[in-house]
């Protein structure tokens, strides 16, 4: 990608930002009060949602994830909409009460389902549970698009009485959670200058997805509970400080004073992680001299020399530690300048032997680099002992149960526990005990049973 077509990716953000607010200010003129906002989509790649944010009295979203979307991915696309507003609540704008219609097939949500994911969204921050749409159009390309009222016309369908139960559920008790926020001691970085340059290279590989590399470790805390805010990279150093633990996944391009926040951070006691693709590229999309990771090799403490692509279907070993894992699409060949080997290429490539993992010391914290995308087993391993060295609140839970926490003025907390699977679930967490799950009044004492798709909202002081 030349440095042309990244100045026209800006400017293609830019421009439909400068539309939308020149929209905002026409109507400013006849309305000062009333909260102006447009809805964007999670991790849409066009525009720079951190730049429409500012722009924005309330941030909006419209979630619609696919059938094989899993459930960290939209929990990681809500704590995106959340932060770029400032860690205060959004409005989920849209989402469908029954089938999408723009998939090749499209399935009907399972009961359930829909109310599953409504609360999902309030979990994450959410202030809002709307749908689109109220009635199914009879025409046009939406259909075929799920709608509170089908094209039946009637209110006995299954689809409506699940939205008007879920509708009385939000009513009885929304109003103590609106407001309430999300604490977090992570932060990813999500950084639309690297989207835009990772997808846009020819070469190493074409098989890189952008948002599925911020995933690959999202996924990792989401699957023990661990909170996460989602931030840019050029976030200001004392706001950054706030984190115990900054990720920046596939960060290629590395703006100005990024690289300079970043060894501050660590120096001053912060731990980082970044790896494969990172550093390669500044703000022009030029490669940055001298070696990769670029301005982050001193705080890395490794030499990238080369990267090797590895073919749709191919992975290569990783061993080292507690990590057992599999890498893919792409495998650093690293050289230590400083840092510790912490795993190693298996294999019969020429590099097996050479770093996979490693940590860096520089000053008072650490930096990892992760030289290849590790699969899931292997990045969870990776990311264990991390959580526990920084004394992370982490909670296991069963496999498609996840658990999230909003806090409240005068220190009650609310947890949201949420079975994203089709199949009952069954669990104890000491932690919840003597809470009130506010839907149904049961005062929590060990065993919880979730119903497929089932909900818990429990006050906690």
Known sequence: MSGLQMDYRR????????????????????DATTPITTNLMGTFKDLDYFEWAKEMDVVSWDNYPGMDTPPSFTAMCHDLMRVIGGNKPFM????????????????????????????????HGADTVRFFQMKQSLGGCERFHGAVIAHDGTEESRVFKETAALGEELDRIGRRIMGSRIESRVAIMFDWQSYWSLEGCVGPTTGFNYPNEVHRF??????????????????????????????????????????????????????????????????????????????????????????????????????????????????????????????????????AGHSALTVNAYGKGKAYFVGTPLDETGMSAFMAPIIKELDLKSLDTPEDVSLSVRYGDGGTRYAF?????????????????????????????????????????????
């Open 218 to 351: 999202y996924r990792a805390l989401w699957r023990r509970n661990v909170p996460v805010d989602m931030i840019a990279s050029t976030t200001p150093l004392a706001r950054l400080s706030q984190y115990d633990l900054a990720i920046a996944p596939a960060l290629i391009t590395v703006l100005p004073g990024v690289a300079e926040t970043l060894e501050a951070y660590v120096a001053d006691g912060g731990t980082f992680i970044t790896g494969y693709m990172a550093g390669i590229h500044d703000e022009h999309d030029l490669v940055v001299p001298g070696g990769y990771p670029g301005k982050l090799r001193r705080l890395m403490g490794v030499w990238v020399e080369e990267i090797d692509a590895l073919a749709p279907g191919e992975t290569i070993e990783v061993h080292g530690g507690t990590v057992d894992a599999k890498g893919e699409i792409v495998a650093s060949i690293i050289h230590r300048e400083g840092a510790e080997r912490l795993a190693t290429y298996g294999g019969d490539e020429f590099y």
């Open 92 to 123: 989920l704008m849209e989402q469908t009460p029954n089938q999408q219609n723009w998939f090749p097939f499209c399935k009907v949500k399972q009961p359930g389902e829909v109310r599953k994911l409504s609360w999902q969204a309030v979990a």
């Open 11 to 30: 400017f293609q953000s830019q421009a439909q930002l400068a539309c939308y607010t020149n929209e905002r200010d026409a109507i400013r003129e006849y």
């Open 417 to 461: 526990l949420i079975n994203n699977s089709a199949a009952d679930k069954r669990l104890c967490l000491s932690e919840l005990n003597g809470g009130t799950e506010l839907l149904t009044g049961t005062v929590i004492n060990d065993l919880i049973e979730l119903k497929p798709y089932g909900v818990d909202v429990i006050a906690l002081r």
